[in-house]
């Protein structure tokens, strides 16, 4: 399959640690891209590659990959981070040149 | 740092169409492939189509196969989306973002709303 699988929700408490998984067969071949959108907003990219970030966004963001799941980690979750976030590979199946994961909603409490 | 600037979208009835424009600015506009992304209401992203740096590759999503048509003309640092037979489900914020499968830069969005 070339879908993309995210958890629809999770929430985390100030200052603490969350990971939001990407489930998948294409990031056993591609390394996945992680965005966060907040509403009314256009995404942004947080994480690219094996685990890097773009200029300007927080260390606290971190990403990794296993098998055919792919992570994204918050250490030390801030009110800011509340937002949905997106996984994105390429599509192996060659139909589509990009797939999008389901998407999780991060609440911070 | 570059900028992407969308303009085009709006509302039409369903079977109508609408031609959606990204203009760059900020870097190499004839390197970087650049895609169009989009949301519907209550639904996550979704990627619809992609266009290589030189035009020649373009790539749909099955659902608008056939329907929308990517284009770019280097010479003005513009990307089009031609949406044609548009139906009600095609209703969405359309943005459009540079890349293929990693996004770095994004556009703020167009509006699309398909409805009679």
């Known amino acids: 399959s070339s879908e993309l699988t995210q958890d629809p929700a999770v929430s985390v408490a100030l200052g603490q640690t969350v990971r939001i998984t990407c489930q998948g067969d294409n990031v056993r071949n591609y390394f996945p891209s992680w965005y966060q959108q907040k509403p009314g907003q256009a995404p942004i990219l947080v994480i690219y590659g094996k685990n890097n970030r773009p200029s300007g966004i927080p260390d606290r963001f971190s990403g990794s990959t296993s098998g055919n799941t792919a992570s994204l980690t918050i250490t030390g979750a801030q009110t800011d981070d509340e937002a949905d976030y997106y996984c994105n590979s390429r599509d192996i199946s060659g139909n589509r040149y990009s797939v999008f994961g389901t998407g999780t909603k991060v609440t911070v409490l | 740092e570059g900028q992407l600037l969308q303009s085009g979208g709006g509302l039409v009835q369903p079977g109508e169409s609408l031609r959606l424009s990204c203009t760059a600015s900020g870097f190499t506009f004839s390197s970087p492939g650049i895609s169009w992304v989009r949301r519907a209401p209550g639904k996550g992203l979704e990627w619809v189509s992609g266009?290589?740096?030189?035009?020649?590759?373009?790539y749909y999503a099955d659902s608008v196969k056939g329907r929308f048509v990517i284009s770019r003309d280097n010479s003005v640092n513009t990307v089009f989306l031609q949406l044609e037979r548009l139906r009600v489900e095609d209703t969405a914020v359309y943005y459009c973002?540079?890349?293929?499968?990693?996004?770095?830069?994004w556009g703020q969005g167009a509006p699309v709303s398909v409805s009679s």
């Open positions: 266009i290589s740096g030189t035009g020649l590759m373009t």
């Open positions: 973002a540079k890349g293929l499968w990693e996004f770095d830069q």
